[in-house]
Protein backbone atom coordinates (compact mmCIF):
# COMPACT_ATOMS: atom_id res chain seq x y z
CA UNK A 1 0.00 0.00 0.00
CA UNK A 2 1.28 3.05 -1.01
CA UNK A 3 1.44 6.25 0.26
CA UNK A 4 0.08 9.41 -1.74
CA UNK A 5 0.68 11.80 0.97
CA UNK A 6 4.56 11.01 0.44
CA UNK A 7 6.44 13.15 -2.41
CA UNK A 8 8.81 10.89 -3.11
CA UNK A 9 5.80 8.22 -3.69
CA UNK A 10 4.39 10.96 -6.00
CA UNK A 11 7.53 11.52 -8.08
CA UNK A 12 7.77 7.98 -8.80
CA UNK A 13 4.24 7.83 -9.73
CA UNK A 14 3.31 11.29 -11.22
CA UNK A 15 0.15 12.02 -9.16
CA UNK A 16 -0.64 15.22 -7.66
CA UNK A 17 0.64 15.78 -3.63
CA UNK A 18 -2.21 17.46 -2.27
CA UNK A 19 -0.90 20.89 0.06
CA UNK A 20 -0.40 20.38 3.57
CA UNK A 21 -2.61 21.43 6.54
CA UNK A 22 -1.74 24.52 7.72
CA UNK A 23 0.00 25.01 10.67
CA UNK A 24 -1.57 27.63 13.17
CA UNK A 25 -0.12 28.56 16.37
CA UNK A 26 -1.59 28.95 19.31
CA UNK A 27 -0.79 32.20 21.92
CA UNK A 28 -0.87 31.30 25.26
CA UNK A 29 -3.82 30.29 27.71
CA UNK A 30 -5.02 34.10 28.44
CA UNK A 31 -6.49 32.93 31.64
CA UNK A 32 -3.22 33.30 34.03
CA UNK A 33 -1.89 36.78 34.29
CA UNK A 34 1.54 37.82 34.37
CA UNK A 35 3.54 38.48 37.34
CA UNK A 36 3.71 41.98 36.65
CA UNK A 37 0.14 42.16 36.33
CA UNK A 38 -0.45 39.92 39.25
CA UNK A 39 2.03 42.36 41.07
CA UNK A 40 0.38 45.53 39.90
CA UNK A 41 -3.19 43.76 40.44
CA UNK A 42 -2.13 43.71 43.96
CA UNK A 43 -1.34 46.95 44.86
CA UNK A 44 -4.27 48.79 42.81
CA UNK A 45 -6.41 46.70 45.09
CA UNK A 46 -4.53 47.77 48.32
CA UNK A 47 -5.78 49.98 51.44
CA UNK A 48 -2.43 51.92 50.43
CA UNK A 49 -2.83 53.13 47.20
CA UNK A 50 -6.17 54.69 47.89
CA UNK A 51 -4.50 56.59 50.76
CA UNK A 52 -1.58 57.78 48.88
CA UNK A 53 -3.90 58.19 46.16
CA UNK A 54 -6.65 60.31 48.64
CA UNK A 55 -3.52 62.59 49.92
CA UNK A 56 -2.54 63.12 46.38
CA UNK A 57 -6.32 64.01 44.93
CA UNK A 58 -7.18 66.33 48.50
CA UNK A 59 -3.61 68.11 47.53
CA UNK A 60 -4.87 68.80 43.91
CA UNK A 61 -8.29 70.22 45.38
CA UNK A 62 -6.69 72.40 47.84
CA UNK A 63 -4.07 73.62 45.03
CA UNK A 64 -7.28 74.48 43.36
CA UNK A 65 -8.69 76.47 46.60
CA UNK A 66 -5.25 78.15 46.71
CA UNK A 67 -5.59 79.56 43.51
CA UNK A 68 -9.02 80.50 43.39
CA UNK A 69 -8.33 82.74 46.74
CA UNK A 70 -5.52 84.53 45.52
CA UNK A 71 -5.77 88.19 44.87
CA UNK A 72 -2.84 87.84 42.11
CA UNK A 73 -5.28 85.18 40.40
CA UNK A 74 -8.18 86.90 40.59
CA UNK A 75 -6.82 89.89 39.05
CA UNK A 76 -5.50 88.32 36.03
CA UNK A 77 -8.41 86.66 35.57
CA UNK A 78 -10.26 89.81 34.99
CA UNK A 79 -8.43 90.26 31.75
CA UNK A 80 -8.30 86.51 30.84
CA UNK A 81 -9.44 86.16 27.41
CA UNK A 82 -7.28 89.24 26.27
CA UNK A 83 -4.20 87.29 27.69
CA UNK A 84 -5.10 84.24 29.29
CA UNK A 85 -0.98 83.75 30.01
CA UNK A 86 -1.14 85.33 32.81
CA UNK A 87 -4.12 83.44 34.46
CA UNK A 88 -1.83 80.47 34.07
CA UNK A 89 1.37 81.98 35.29
CA UNK A 90 -0.53 83.66 38.17
CA UNK A 91 -1.79 79.74 39.17
CA UNK A 92 1.36 78.65 38.62
CA UNK A 93 3.16 81.15 41.11
CA UNK A 94 0.68 80.64 43.19
CA UNK A 95 0.48 77.28 43.98
CA UNK A 96 3.85 76.91 43.29
CA UNK A 97 4.78 79.35 45.69
CA UNK A 98 2.42 77.69 48.92
CA UNK A 99 3.62 74.72 48.26
CA UNK A 100 7.00 74.93 48.51
CA UNK A 101 6.36 76.99 51.47
CA UNK A 102 4.77 74.08 53.06
CA UNK A 103 7.52 71.98 52.32
CA UNK A 104 10.26 74.55 53.32
CA UNK A 105 7.97 74.94 56.37
CA UNK A 106 7.83 71.26 57.45
CA UNK A 107 10.92 69.53 55.68
CA UNK A 108 13.95 71.39 54.70
CA UNK A 109 14.50 75.55 54.59
CA UNK A 110 16.65 75.89 51.48
CA UNK A 111 16.76 79.56 52.94
CA UNK A 112 18.58 79.12 56.22
CA UNK A 113 22.72 79.72 55.95
CA UNK A 114 23.49 76.24 57.39
CA UNK A 115 22.10 72.79 57.24
CA UNK A 116 21.38 72.91 61.17
CA UNK A 117 19.28 76.12 60.85
CA UNK A 118 17.56 74.19 57.79
CA UNK A 119 16.66 70.80 59.10
CA UNK A 120 14.86 72.72 62.31
CA UNK A 121 11.83 72.50 60.44
CA UNK A 122 11.85 68.51 60.49
CA UNK A 123 12.33 68.67 63.31
CA UNK A 124 9.09 70.81 63.81
CA UNK A 125 7.17 68.56 62.33
CA UNK A 126 8.23 65.64 64.55
CA UNK A 127 7.34 67.32 67.25
CA UNK A 128 3.69 67.72 66.05
CA UNK A 129 3.35 64.21 64.68
CA UNK A 130 4.60 63.13 68.28
CA UNK A 131 1.41 63.36 70.18
CA UNK A 132 -0.49 62.57 66.91
CA UNK A 133 1.09 59.02 66.11
CA UNK A 134 0.18 57.69 69.59
CA UNK A 135 -3.15 58.99 69.72
CA UNK A 136 -3.97 57.29 66.44
CA UNK A 137 -2.49 54.36 67.98
CA UNK A 138 -5.05 54.13 70.19
CA UNK A 139 -7.82 54.58 68.07
CA UNK A 140 -6.22 52.36 65.46
CA UNK A 141 -6.29 49.55 67.90
CA UNK A 142 -10.01 50.08 68.58
CA UNK A 143 -10.52 50.00 65.23
CA UNK A 144 -8.94 46.70 64.80
CA UNK A 145 -11.12 44.82 68.09
CA UNK A 146 -14.04 46.88 66.05
CA UNK A 147 -14.41 49.83 68.64
CA UNK A 148 -14.72 52.93 67.83
CA UNK A 149 -13.25 55.32 70.12
CA UNK A 150 -13.62 58.76 69.70
CA UNK A 151 -12.98 59.66 73.60
CA UNK A 152 -9.75 61.03 72.94
CA UNK A 153 -10.40 64.49 73.86
CA UNK A 154 -11.81 63.06 77.25
CA UNK A 155 -8.83 60.76 77.48
CA UNK A 156 -6.01 63.07 76.76
CA UNK A 157 -7.88 65.59 79.47
CA UNK A 158 -7.52 63.42 82.22
CA UNK A 159 -3.91 61.96 80.82
CA UNK A 160 -3.09 65.21 81.27
CA UNK A 161 -4.36 65.92 84.28
CA UNK A 162 -2.90 63.39 86.39
CA UNK A 163 0.54 63.49 84.43
CA UNK A 164 0.19 67.10 85.19
CA UNK A 165 -0.73 67.50 88.65
CA UNK A 166 2.41 64.62 89.22
CA UNK A 167 4.85 66.85 87.37
CA UNK A 168 4.11 70.48 89.45
CA UNK A 169 3.25 68.90 92.92
CA UNK A 170 5.59 65.79 93.79
CA UNK A 171 9.34 66.63 94.30
CA UNK A 172 11.16 63.63 93.28
CA UNK A 173 14.57 63.22 91.43
CA UNK A 174 15.13 63.40 87.39
CA UNK A 175 14.52 61.11 86.03
CA UNK A 176 12.41 58.76 88.52
CA UNK A 177 9.82 62.24 88.93
CA UNK A 178 9.34 62.06 84.52
CA UNK A 179 9.08 58.37 84.68
CA UNK A 180 6.41 58.37 87.67
CA UNK A 181 4.63 61.45 85.92
CA UNK A 182 4.33 59.50 82.48
CA UNK A 183 2.73 56.42 84.17
CA UNK A 184 0.09 58.32 85.94
CA UNK A 185 -0.60 59.81 82.63
CA UNK A 186 -0.95 56.76 80.69
CA UNK A 187 -2.88 55.07 83.65
CA UNK A 188 -5.36 57.60 83.95
CA UNK A 189 -6.07 57.84 80.10
CA UNK A 190 -6.17 54.09 80.13
CA UNK A 191 -8.30 53.79 83.52
CA UNK A 192 -11.16 56.89 81.78
CA UNK A 193 -11.11 54.59 78.18
CA UNK A 194 -11.41 51.51 79.87
CA UNK A 195 -14.89 53.02 81.14
CA UNK A 196 -16.72 52.62 77.83
CA UNK A 197 -14.96 49.10 77.65
CA UNK A 198 -16.49 47.52 80.55
CA UNK A 199 -20.01 49.25 79.93
CA UNK A 200 -19.70 47.95 76.57
CA UNK A 201 -19.28 44.38 77.97
CA UNK A 202 -21.06 44.32 81.14
CA UNK A 203 -24.16 46.16 79.75
CA UNK A 204 -23.77 46.30 75.52
CA UNK A 205 -23.89 50.52 75.74
CA UNK A 206 -22.45 51.49 72.46
CA UNK A 207 -18.90 53.05 72.69
CA UNK A 208 -19.45 56.23 70.64
CA UNK A 209 -22.29 57.58 72.71
CA UNK A 210 -20.16 56.93 76.17
CA UNK A 211 -16.76 58.24 74.85
CA UNK A 212 -18.68 60.91 73.07
CA UNK A 213 -20.40 61.90 76.59
CA UNK A 214 -17.13 60.46 78.92
CA UNK A 215 -15.47 64.08 76.13
CA UNK A 216 -17.75 66.40 78.03
CA UNK A 217 -17.48 64.89 81.29
CA UNK A 218 -13.81 65.08 81.48
CA UNK A 219 -13.68 68.61 79.92
CA UNK A 220 -15.98 69.56 82.62
CA UNK A 221 -14.23 67.75 85.19
CA UNK A 222 -10.55 69.10 84.73
CA UNK A 223 -12.18 72.70 83.80
CA UNK A 224 -13.79 72.53 87.14
CA UNK A 225 -10.21 71.44 89.08
CA UNK A 226 -9.14 73.90 86.97
CA UNK A 227 -10.45 76.60 88.78
CA UNK A 228 -10.36 74.81 91.88
CA UNK A 229 -7.58 75.79 94.17
CA UNK A 230 -5.46 72.75 96.07
CA UNK A 231 -6.72 70.81 93.19
CA UNK A 232 -5.29 71.96 89.26
CA UNK A 233 -5.47 75.61 89.79
CA UNK A 234 -2.20 77.37 90.19
CA UNK A 235 -1.64 78.85 93.72
CA UNK A 236 -2.48 82.99 93.84
CA UNK A 237 -3.91 82.29 90.82
CA UNK A 238 -7.79 83.26 89.51
CA UNK A 239 -6.94 82.07 86.27
CA UNK A 240 -8.08 78.64 84.93
CA UNK A 241 -4.31 77.40 84.43
CA UNK A 242 -2.05 75.28 86.05
CA UNK A 243 1.52 75.84 87.79
CA UNK A 244 4.50 75.25 85.71
CA UNK A 245 5.90 71.35 85.54
CA UNK A 246 8.96 70.63 87.24
CA UNK A 247 12.72 70.79 85.26
CA UNK A 248 12.97 67.12 86.91
CA UNK A 249 9.49 66.08 84.98
CA UNK A 250 9.86 67.34 81.65
CA UNK A 251 10.69 65.21 78.55
CA UNK A 252 13.97 66.34 77.81
CA UNK A 253 14.51 67.45 74.42
CA UNK A 254 16.34 64.77 72.10
CA UNK A 255 18.70 67.60 70.38
CA UNK A 256 20.24 70.66 72.11
CA UNK A 257 18.54 73.55 70.20
CA UNK A 258 15.55 72.21 68.91
CA UNK A 259 11.80 71.19 70.46
CA UNK A 260 11.91 67.58 69.44
CA UNK A 261 11.53 66.28 72.79
CA UNK A 262 11.60 62.38 74.27
CA UNK A 263 8.00 61.61 73.67
CA UNK A 264 8.95 61.16 70.29
CA UNK A 265 10.94 58.08 71.28
CA UNK A 266 8.49 57.24 73.21
CA UNK A 267 5.89 57.09 70.15
CA UNK A 268 7.90 55.48 68.02
CA UNK A 269 8.27 52.40 70.84
CA UNK A 270 4.52 52.25 71.29
CA UNK A 271 4.50 51.72 67.39
CA UNK A 272 6.46 48.75 67.72
CA UNK A 273 4.56 47.53 70.79
CA UNK A 274 1.50 47.71 68.83
CA UNK A 275 2.34 46.23 65.60
CA UNK A 276 4.05 43.21 68.34
CA UNK A 277 0.46 43.04 70.19
CA UNK A 278 -1.58 42.61 66.66
CA UNK A 279 0.83 40.60 64.32
CA UNK A 280 3.18 38.29 67.04
CA UNK A 281 0.75 38.01 70.38
CA UNK A 282 -1.94 35.84 70.60
CA UNK A 283 -3.84 38.90 72.37
CA UNK A 284 -3.44 40.31 68.65
CA UNK A 285 -4.86 37.65 67.09
CA UNK A 286 -8.24 37.47 69.46
CA UNK A 287 -8.31 40.92 68.63
CA UNK A 288 -8.62 40.90 64.95
CA UNK A 289 -10.82 37.77 65.52
CA UNK A 290 -13.20 39.92 67.70
CA UNK A 291 -12.98 42.87 64.96
CA UNK A 292 -13.94 40.46 61.73
CA UNK A 293 -16.48 38.54 63.72
CA UNK A 294 -17.08 38.82 67.24
CA UNK A 295 -20.04 35.77 67.33
CA UNK A 296 -17.72 33.24 65.16
CA UNK A 297 -14.62 34.45 67.71
CA UNK A 298 -17.20 33.88 70.56
CA UNK A 299 -17.73 30.53 69.13
CA UNK A 300 -14.39 29.81 68.97
CA UNK A 301 -13.36 30.33 72.81
CA UNK A 302 -12.57 33.76 73.24
CA UNK A 303 -13.57 35.69 75.81
CA UNK A 304 -15.05 38.69 73.54
CA UNK A 305 -16.37 40.97 76.09
CA UNK A 306 -12.64 40.49 77.90
CA UNK A 307 -11.30 41.43 74.58
CA UNK A 308 -13.42 44.99 74.79
CA UNK A 309 -12.17 45.84 78.06
CA UNK A 310 -8.57 45.25 76.95
CA UNK A 311 -8.42 46.87 73.74
CA UNK A 312 -10.45 49.99 75.42
CA UNK A 313 -7.76 49.76 78.08
CA UNK A 314 -4.67 49.63 75.91
CA UNK A 315 -6.18 52.08 73.43
CA UNK A 316 -6.58 54.62 76.33
CA UNK A 317 -3.28 54.56 77.50
CA UNK A 318 -1.87 55.25 73.92
CA UNK A 319 -4.23 58.41 73.48
CA UNK A 320 -3.23 59.25 77.40
CA UNK A 321 0.82 59.27 76.23
CA UNK A 322 -0.60 62.13 73.88
CA UNK A 323 -2.09 63.84 76.74
CA UNK A 324 1.28 63.66 78.59
CA UNK A 325 3.58 64.70 75.58
CA UNK A 326 1.47 67.45 75.36
CA UNK A 327 2.08 68.73 79.56
CA UNK A 328 5.60 67.37 79.84
CA UNK A 329 6.94 67.90 75.88
CA UNK A 330 5.13 71.02 74.75
CA UNK A 331 3.27 72.89 76.83
CA UNK A 332 5.49 73.15 80.14
CA UNK A 333 4.85 76.13 81.22
CA UNK A 334 1.01 75.68 82.73
CA UNK A 335 -1.86 73.90 80.59
CA UNK A 336 -5.59 74.81 80.58
CA UNK A 337 -8.62 72.74 79.44
CA UNK A 338 -7.43 73.50 75.43
CA UNK A 339 -4.50 71.55 76.17
CA UNK A 340 -5.72 68.78 73.84
CA UNK A 341 -5.95 71.16 70.65
CA UNK A 342 -8.05 69.04 68.57
CA UNK A 343 -5.45 65.80 68.65
CA UNK A 344 -7.92 63.84 69.83
CA UNK A 345 -9.98 64.02 66.89
CA UNK A 346 -7.26 64.45 64.39
CA UNK A 347 -6.10 60.84 65.60
CA UNK A 348 -9.69 59.34 64.17
CA UNK A 349 -7.96 60.76 60.40
CA UNK A 350 -4.78 59.81 61.07
CA UNK A 351 -6.14 56.07 62.23
CA UNK A 352 -8.06 56.03 59.00
CA UNK A 353 -5.41 57.53 56.59
CA UNK A 354 -3.10 55.07 58.23
CA UNK A 355 -5.51 51.69 57.68
CA UNK A 356 -5.36 50.92 61.60
CA UNK A 357 -1.85 49.67 60.28
CA UNK A 358 0.98 50.68 62.94
CA UNK A 359 2.95 51.50 60.57
CA UNK A 360 0.90 53.29 58.30
CA UNK A 361 -0.54 55.51 61.20
CA UNK A 362 3.33 56.39 61.81
CA UNK A 363 3.26 57.87 58.05
CA UNK A 364 -0.05 59.29 58.67
CA UNK A 365 0.99 61.17 61.81
CA UNK A 366 3.93 62.63 60.54
CA UNK A 367 2.48 63.83 57.34
CA UNK A 368 -0.25 65.45 59.35
CA UNK A 369 2.74 66.82 61.80
CA UNK A 370 3.87 68.75 58.50
CA UNK A 371 0.37 70.11 57.48
CA UNK A 372 0.51 71.37 60.81
CA UNK A 373 4.42 72.68 60.64
CA UNK A 374 4.69 73.97 56.75
CA UNK A 375 0.69 75.55 57.19
CA UNK A 376 1.88 78.38 59.47
CA UNK A 377 4.94 78.67 56.78
CA UNK A 378 2.43 78.86 53.96
CA UNK A 379 0.15 81.44 55.48
CA UNK A 380 3.12 83.28 56.37
CA UNK A 381 5.08 83.39 53.08
CA UNK A 382 2.24 83.28 50.58
CA UNK A 383 -0.49 84.61 52.64
CA UNK A 384 -2.23 81.27 52.43
CA UNK A 385 -4.85 80.97 54.72
CA UNK A 386 -4.37 78.45 57.22
CA UNK A 387 -8.14 76.59 56.96
CA UNK A 388 -6.53 75.40 53.43
CA UNK A 389 -4.84 72.75 55.57
CA UNK A 390 -7.99 71.99 57.25
CA UNK A 391 -9.77 71.57 54.17
CA UNK A 392 -6.50 69.36 52.66
CA UNK A 393 -7.02 67.14 55.94
CA UNK A 394 -10.89 66.76 55.59
CA UNK A 395 -10.91 66.17 52.18
CA UNK A 396 -8.43 63.33 52.55
CA UNK A 397 -10.95 61.84 54.96
CA UNK A 398 -13.48 62.78 52.36
CA UNK A 399 -11.94 60.24 49.65
CA UNK A 400 -10.49 58.04 52.52
CA UNK A 401 -14.09 57.11 53.49
CA UNK A 402 -15.31 56.57 49.46
CA UNK A 403 -12.67 53.95 48.29
CA UNK A 404 -14.90 53.00 45.07
CA UNK A 405 -14.68 57.21 44.20
CA UNK A 406 -11.22 57.14 44.21
CA UNK A 407 -10.92 54.05 41.96
CA UNK A 408 -13.39 55.52 39.65
CA UNK A 409 -11.43 58.62 38.97
CA UNK A 410 -8.11 56.46 38.69
CA UNK A 411 -9.47 53.44 36.94
CA UNK A 412 -8.24 50.93 39.69
CA UNK A 413 -9.81 47.89 39.88
CA UNK A 414 -12.14 46.67 42.10
CA UNK A 415 -11.14 44.40 44.99
CA UNK A 416 -11.28 40.49 44.12
CA UNK A 417 -11.98 41.31 40.56
CA UNK A 418 -10.49 38.53 38.00
CA UNK A 419 -8.54 40.17 35.38
CA UNK A 420 -9.22 40.85 32.08
CA UNK A 421 -9.05 37.18 29.88
CA UNK A 422 -6.70 38.01 27.00
CA UNK A 423 -8.02 37.92 23.50
CA UNK A 424 -7.24 34.93 21.82
CA UNK A 425 -6.21 35.36 17.68
CA UNK A 426 -7.47 32.48 15.89
CA UNK A 427 -7.75 32.63 12.12
CA UNK A 428 -11.16 32.62 10.09
CA UNK A 429 -12.11 29.56 9.19
CA UNK A 430 -12.44 30.61 5.48
CA UNK A 431 -8.91 31.96 5.61
CA UNK A 432 -7.68 28.76 6.76
CA UNK A 433 -9.62 27.02 3.76
CA UNK A 434 -8.20 29.19 1.20
CA UNK A 435 -4.93 28.49 2.21
Known sequence: MTDRNDPDVALETGEQVPPDEPVIEREPDGDEPSRWQQAFREIATGNAIISVLAVLLALLVGAVMIAFTDERVQAAAGYFFARPGDTFVAIWDSVAGAYSALFQGSVYNFRRPDFASGIRPL???LNFATPLIAAG???GLAFKVGMFNIGGRGQMLLAASAAGWVAFSLDLP????????????IVAGALWAGIAGVLKARTGAHEV??????????????SWMLRTPGLLQAPGSNNP???????SAILFDLFPGYNLHFGFILSLACVVLVWWILDRSSLGFQFRAVGLNPKAARVAGINVNAMYVYAMLIAGGLVGLAGVDQVLGTVTTGFSAGIDA???FDAITVA????????GILAAGILFGAFKAGGFSMQAAEGVPIDIVLVVQSLIVLFIAAPPLVRAIFRLPQPGSKPRKKRT????QEEVAAK
Open 123 to 125: TET
Open 425 to 428: RTAP
Open 209 to 222: IVTIMLNYVALYLV
Open 352 to 359: LLGGSNPW
Open 241 to 247: KTPPMKD
Open 342 to 344: GIG
Open 137 to 139: LGV
Open 174 to 185: FPLHMIVAVIAG
